[in-house]
Structure formats: structure tokens, C-alpha cells
């Protein structure tokens, strides 16, 4: 997507919610792929942990569609809208999403012995109430 009047930069190369500044250089450690994005992120993550939870939950994975260039864009196959951001989240049963993590490549997830997935499950997972009466479901 590229933005009117500018020519072929696309909309990511304008829009920042971080000192671009303070990036990390791709290919170097630390480097974060949504660096640009991640306070805007991390306040909605904040405020969507406030919304009071329901007691039946699920564990899932979807597509955002986006067609544009991307390094961490995601194919999924047999699913309408196959091509774009994959973003793991735990919502309840009204579809209310009360927190998200987004996949940004292999690299992205730390891999215990149960695999990359059970990790993204376990960590969406914290936040559930401990020694309640919440049925999670994945």
C-alpha cells in the first residue's frame, strides 16, 4: 500500500509509534520487527487485559489479510483469506479478545519441549486466573 501523492514508499515507512532511531539494524541481535509499532502494541494489550474475562475461553491462530511487502507475512492454507499477518490470540466465547501476540517468523517464539505452539498457548495462558472455575480451550 503505498501512500497517495508519494510515489512507490509504502504506508509502514511513515507511520511510526517508536523513535526509529533507537531500532536495531536487521540481522543484528536484538532486532524487533515491529519495533515501529510495538508501543501502540503493547497499550493495547495493556487495556484489553482490563476487560473483565469470561469463563470460557479459546486459544487460536489467524490471518490478518494483508497483501502488501511484509519479511514475516504469513500463507495458511484452506482458509478464505490465506495470505497475511498470523496472530495468535485468547478470546472467549462472545469473541472478545482479551490478549494477542503476533508471529513475526521461526525465530519469534521461543521453543520449549513441547513445541513452538504449546510455548504461544502457555504464555497467552498467564493471564487467566489462578484456582478459578475458566475452561481454556486450544
Same mark, same amino acid.
Given at each position: 500500500?503505498?501512500?497517495?501523492?508519494?510515489?512507490?514508499?509504502?504506508? &509502514? @515507512? *511513515?507511520?511510526?509509534?517508536?523513535?526509529?532511531?533507537?531500532?536495531?539494524?536487521? $540481522?543484528?541481535?536484538?532486532? @524487533?520487527?515491529?519495533?515501529?509499532? #510495538?508501543?501502540?502494541?503493547? $497499550?493495547?494489550?495493556?487495556?484489553?487485559?482490563?476487560?473483565?474475562? &469470561?469463563?470460557? #475461553?479459546?486459544?487460536?491462530?489467524? %490471518?490478518?489479510?494483508?497483501?502488501?511487502?511484509?519479511?514475516?507475512?504469513?500463507?495458511?492454507?484452506? %482458509?478464505?483469506?490465506?495470505?497475511?499477518?498470523?496472530? *495468535?490470540?485468547?478470546?472467549?466465547?462472545? $469473541?472478545?479478545?482479551?490478549?494477542?501476540? =503476533?508471529?513475526?517468523?521461526?525465530?519469534? =517464539?521461543?521453543?520449549?519441549?513441547? $513445541?513452538?505452539?504449546?510455548?504461544? =498457548?502457555?504464555?497467552?495462558?498467564?493471564?487467566?486466573?489462578?484456582?478459578?472455575? *475458566?475452561?481454556? *480451550?486450544?
Amino acid at each position: 500500500m503505498s501512500c497517495p501523492g508519494t510515489g512507490s514508499k509504502p504506508f &509502514e @515507512d *511513515f507511520f511510526h509509534a517508536n523513535d526509529i532511531h533507537l531500532a536495531v539494524p536487521k $540481522g543484528q541481535d536484538g532486532y @524487533d520487527s515491529l519495533f515501529k509499532l #510495538q508501543p501502540m502494541i503493547d $497499550g493495547l494489550r495493556v487495556n484489553l487485559k482490563k476487560i473483565p474475562a &469470561e469463563k470460557r #475461553q479459546r486459544i487460536d491462530e489467524q %490471518i490478518v489479510p494483508y497483501k502488501g511487502r511484509l519479511s514475516f507475512k504469513q500463507y495458511i492454507k484452506d %482458509i478464505p483469506s490465506s495470505l497475511g499477518i498470523k496472530i *495468535f490470540s485468547r478470546a472467549g466465547a462472545s $469473541g472478545i479478545i482479551y490478549d494477542f501476540e =503476533v508471529y513475526t517468523g521461526k525465530g519469534s =517464539v521461543p521453543v520449549n519441549e513441547l $513445541g513452538r505452539r504449546a510455548e504461544v =498457548v502457555l504464555r497467552l495462558a498467564e493471564m487467566i486466573p489462578r484456582n478459578e472455575n *475458566f475452561k481454556l *480451550f486450544f
